[in-house]
């Protein structure tokens, strides 16, 4: 269901579309369903409170925003629960940052309300990376704990790795770099790589693991990553030599046998 109040309604539909759009979430929630509502997005929500609260008369807080801004977001976002007997309702808000200021008001207003933030960089969709998911600044308070068992147990390296991507690719357009360097560079574009994915074409939780596991190890090293496939993993072992193929396979093969079992 969407519920929309434009940008040419009146402040105060804008002000009353969210708490709209919650009590239609809370009703399938009391029915026992598991619903999804989406806000987007708050920093609109905050101007039209703002505003509303200005032809008021109320004194003007921080950043022209009234001093309980804060108090209609948590009391909006925390009627969101997973209740005992019914169902539940989850709340994904989305906020517009301005130039990237992640600790604009209204956005550290929101992110201290709720479990984390993902944020978009707009240079990198520029870049061609989908989902453009800045490493540095996305957080989870919930952490790994939400994630699948065998998924936790793969990626541990991943976002140290792509931290590290991040800072050398700063300095490496500035001057020369060394061997180890280039070995971080060349694997951070692999790793990104391995991350993209085509517009509503997921992959599934075996499929991710299993490339993701590949490309953690450097098993992409050697070789021209474009867009990976289930059927192209069974090439990833080539450029690896002697024994430490054979232990790769098997610890594949074994991984692969346990992920397609509980996808």
């Known amino acids: 269901m969407v519920l929309t109040a434009a940008s040419g309604s009146p402040a105060v539909l804008q002000y009353i579309a969210p708490y709209s759009g919650c009590t239609i979430g809370e009703y399938y929630r009391d029915l026992g369903s598991?619903?999804?509502?989406i806000y987007d997005?708050?920093?609109?929500?905050?101007?039209?409170?703002?505003?509303?609260?200005?032809?008021?008369?109320?004194?003007?807080?921080r950043e022209a925003y009234p001093g309980d801004v804060f108090f209609i977001h948590s009391r909006l976002l925390e009627r969101a629960a997973n209740t005992r007997f019914f169902g539940s309702l989850t709340a994904f808000p989305?906020?517009?940052?301005?130039?990237?200021?992640?600790?604009?008001?209204?956005?550290?207003?929101?992110?201290?309300?709720?479990?984390?933030?993902?944020?978009?960089d707009a240079d990198l969709f520029f870049r061609g990376i989908h989902p453009s998911v800045n490493i540095g600044l996305s957080v989870s308070r919930v952490g790994s704990a939400a994630q699948h068992k065998i998924t936790k147990q793969i990626t541990g390296r991943l976002k140290l790795?792509?931290?590290?991507?991040?800072e050398v690719e700063i300095f490496a357009r500035v001057g020369a770099v060394d061997k180890s360097t280039?070995?971080?560079?060349?694997?951070?574009?692999?790793?990104?790589?391995?991350?993209?994915?085509?517009?509503?074409?997921?992959?599934?939780?075996?499929?991710?693991?299993?490339?993701?596991?590949?490309?953690?190890?450097?098993?992409?090293m050697n070789?021209?990553?474009?867009?990976?496939?289930?059927?192209?993993?069974?090439?990833?072992?080539?450029?690896?030599?002697?024994?430490?193929?054979?232990f790769a396979v098997i610890d594949f093969i074994f991984l692969g046998y346990q992920l397609y079992n509980k996808d």
């Open 94 to 120: 989305i906020i517009e940052t301005f130039t990237g200021d992640v600790s604009a008001y209204i956005a550290t207003n929101v992110i201290s309300i709720t479990d984390g933030q993902i944020f978009l």
């Open 223 to 246: 070789t021209q990553l474009s867009r990976v496939k289930k059927v192209e993993v069974l090439m990833l072992f080539k450029p690896i030599k002697g024994l430490r193929a054979i």
């Open 34 to 37: 598991h619903s999804l509502i």
């Open 161 to 166: 790795q792509l931290a590290q991507f991040r």
């Open 182 to 220: 280039i070995l971080i560079l060349e694997r951070g574009d692999r790793l990104i790589k391995v991350l993209e994915q085509t517009k509503n074409n997921p992959y599934r939780l075996a499929q991710a693991c299993l490339i993701l596991y590949a490309g953690i190890n450097d098993f992409f």
């Open 41 to 61: 997005d708050l920093s609109k929500h905050a101007m039209a409170y703002r505003q509303l609260s200005l032809l008021l008369r109320r004194p003007p807080g």
